[in-house]
């Protein structure tokens, strides 16, 4: 468990301890009246700035930035590995997730590894971690799947008072149905506020918790559905933001339906696509404001809310804002509710497939940080034809549902602003973003009326995995590889995109599917995931239904995005008046160099009091600073693997540092496994 032997167990235990303490001379960051050299909440602090006070990394020094350390966690997750997280950093100690949700400890100041804990993955992604502390008590916390693990941040060892042997199972508050907690929450005093969702196409009941950081229980709960005969809604996966002086948290809330298409559904699905802004303490809704109703089709609020301050009629006035996929911001009044910037309220047409419903209405903010209008890429004559013959052949009408045929969405289904969010500069007032400018395709398919989950899993699966999900020859170890493993339960080791992969890419002696469409794929998943099977009975359709396809990304003949560039970047959005005040071309392709048209990017942006701007974030392994004031780039470096995570900045004994996992495999280049940070050079 523990990679270092230098030390041991008990001395170890003492010199992390007092490191944490900040006792410990050399770990020691500036004195009091110096900006806090720790990193000790994610994204920075509760209120999701992205902002650090350190500036001993400057405009004037920034181009002799050099690698100060690399940690390798020699871990890969299975298929596309990635690495989402942002560190923690409390007293000279730096603490992250492996790739497979290991966590680890870190001397910040040389990488040298601490402790490392061991964890058997159940989940895919966890962008970060939570420190809390009292009088007596110090602990760190991650979710792993449906697991909440509780571990002593001196050793990595769980903290068996808590829960049930340090871990908190939250499927029993979710119905005992999958639970996906992708991204940290925050922490209250004694308690730890998460949002609960459902991992893939998995509709259940959205909620969010507040947990008691010493104990494990659960002390209030907040459905985002208003009846039980509702369709799930996916509550704060995307994070959520506090403001302690007011005692309010607010939650962005995912669509009502998976995969992003709806029907004829019960209830209103109030708390659906909108921002909520809960007591902290009990959990009481203060208000909340919806942002589409009865959506049938569009992308979730993907960005944590960012608590910010604008100038109204010469006063300045708390708000929160909160980008989203369809580049627009909306900024609202943190006591009321209220919009503080213009908006329209459209309403967008009914499906022409699933008969009578309610058809979604859609409010756009009059601020927007990315065009709202699709162009046809311009880059060669052959891009430009191969993306138009596909554009002809949709309905590019504003906000139209999913179709046989195809509806064009633009900003696309990963457009706008991702989950990494927006940094706020809290003198100018400004809002800096990385954005992404691609256009999707919402497609319907057709499933036959006498379609079933078993059906394809008997043709497909059963001759190697056994007609009842157990495997072939199970009670024979030595005749074991005449046959497939079992896969009952296989729902609890995996999750649905991976065994998609598996099915479509094959894995160790099963050969790949890739004949299999997306609907036989998903029966076979749904046939996976169901608790019992009974041979006996078909449950084959009695109609024709529809699904909706996973969404794609237009592109065109070399595979770029088959729209007008930039196709990503980053900007600064002046928050009192709306508008952009600069906005530059975010990244390149590596099959591409140089293009200077930007690139799809997922991760975050780090401000810091210098008025410098750190971002990874896109496909070329860079990572790059740049001017806040006017967005020049200053400073690039290479990585190891693309570092699709949001940087953290910190200070050991007066040293200020810049670190970022390099994860890679999100968007075509190789997965990574390593942490590299970054300092001015010794003089």
Not at 162 to 175: I, K, M, Q, T, V
Request: hydrophobic share 40%; aromatic share 8%.
């Amino acid at each position: 468990m523990f990679c270092d032997t230098v030390f041991s167990r008990d001395f170890l235990r003492y010199f992390v301890k007092l490191a944490l303490a900040g006792t410990v001379v050399f770990f020691t960051g500036c004195g009091q009246d110096q900006p806090n050299p720790n990193v000790s909440t994610y994204l920075g602090d509760p209120a999701r700035t992205h902002f650090s006070g350190l500036d001993k990394i400057n405009r004037s020094n920034v181009a002799s930035l050099e690698v100060a350390w690399v940690y390798d966690t020699n871990d890969y997750a299975d298929g596309v590995s990635t690495m989402h997280t942002s560190p923690l950093v409390v007293d000279g100690v730096l603490f992250g997730l492996s790739p497979t949700l290991n966590a680890f400890a870190v001397n910040a100041a040389t990488g040298q590894e601490l402790w490392r804990h061991t964890e058997e993955a159940t989940g895919a992604i966890q962008r970060g971690l939570m420190w809390w502390r009292d009088d007596d008590n110090t602990r760190l916390f991650y979710t792993n799947g449906p697991h909440l693990v509780a571990l002593d941040p001196a050793t990595g060892t769980v903290i068996a008072e808590f829960a049930e042997s340090g871990r908190l199972d939250l499927r029993p508050y979710h119905n005992d149905k999958p639970v996906s907690v992708p991204t940290p929450g925050v922490v209250v005093d004694d308690l730890l506020i998460l949002g609960l969702g459902s991992p893939g196409d998995d509709a259940q009941t959205g909620l969010i918790v507040a947990v008691r950081a010493i104990d494990g229980e659960v002390v209030w709960q907040f459905r985002t559905i208003e009846r039980e005969d509702e369709t799930g809604a996916a509550a704060g996966a995307a994070g959520m933001a506090l403001d302690a002086e007011r005692n309010l948290v607010f939650v962005p809330t995912g669509p009502a339906m998976p995969a992003y298409f709806g029907g004829s559904r019960p209830g209103d699905n109030l708390y659906s696509n909108s921002l909520l802004a809960l007591n902290a303490r009990t959990g009481a809704l203060r208000w909340h404001y919806q942002i589409t109703r009865h959506g049938l089709a569009g992308p979730d609020l993907a960005s944590p809310p960012t608590l910010v301050q604008v100038e109204r009629d010469g006063n300045l006035v708390d708000a929160i804002a909160l980008p989203t996929r369809l580049g627009q911001l909306f900024l609202f009044d943190r006591d009321t509710g209220d919009l503080l910037y213009d908006s329209t309220e459209l309403q967008a047409p009914h499906s022409t497939i699933r008969g009578e419903q309610t058809a979604p209405t859609q409010t756009a903010s009059s601020v927007a940080f990315t065009r709202q209008m699709f162009s046809v890429t311009e880059r060669h004559e052959s891009a430009t034809s191969t993306v138009q013959t596909l554009v002809d052949s949709l309905d590019q009408g504003p906000y139209a549902p999913p179709s046989l045929n195809g509806a064009l969405l633009f900003p696309g289904f990963n457009g706008g602003a991702g989950w990494g969010g927006a940094a706020y500069h809290p003198d100018a007032r400004k809002l800096i973003l990385n954005t992404q400018e691609t256009a999707s395709v919402l497609q319907l398919v057709e499933i036959p009326a006498g379609f079933s989950d078993q059906d394809e899993f008997l043709k497909n699966c059963a001759r190697c995995h056994g007609a009842d999900r157990t495997g072939l020859f199970k009670d024979r170890p030595d005749r074991y590889g005449a046959g497939g493993p079992s896969l009952a339960n296989i729902g609890k080791r995996f999750s649905a995109k991976e065994i998609d992969t598996t099915i479509r890419k094959g894995r160790g002696s099963m050969p790949a599917f890739s004949e299999l469409g997306e609907i036989q794929r998903r029966a076979i998943i749904r046939h996976l995931f169901a608790e019992t099977v009974d041979l006996a009975q078909s449950n084959r359709t009695t109609e024709v239904t529809y699904m909706l396809a996973s969404p794609i990304t237009i592109r065109d003949s070399e595979s770029l995005p088959g729209n007008l560039g930039p196709w990503g970047t980053l900007a600064a959005v002046d928050l009192d008046t709306g508008m952009i005040d600069w906005q530059v071309p975010l990244g390149n392709y590596i099959s591409h160099p140089g293009l200077g048209l930007g690139a799809e990017n997922s991760g975050g942006p780090l401000l810091t009091a210098s008025g410098l701007v750190f971002i990874a974030a896109t496909p070329d392994t860079k990572i790059s600073a740049y001017d806040a004031a006017n967005g020049t780039l200053l400073w690039q470096s290479d990585l190891d693997a693309a570092g699709y995570a949001t940087p953290v900045s910190y200070a050991v004994d007066g040293k200020q540092y810049v670190v970022i996992a390099a994860g890679g495999g999100l968007l075509g280049p190789p997965s990574g496994s390593t942490y590299m940070a970054f300092s001015l050079p010794e003089e």
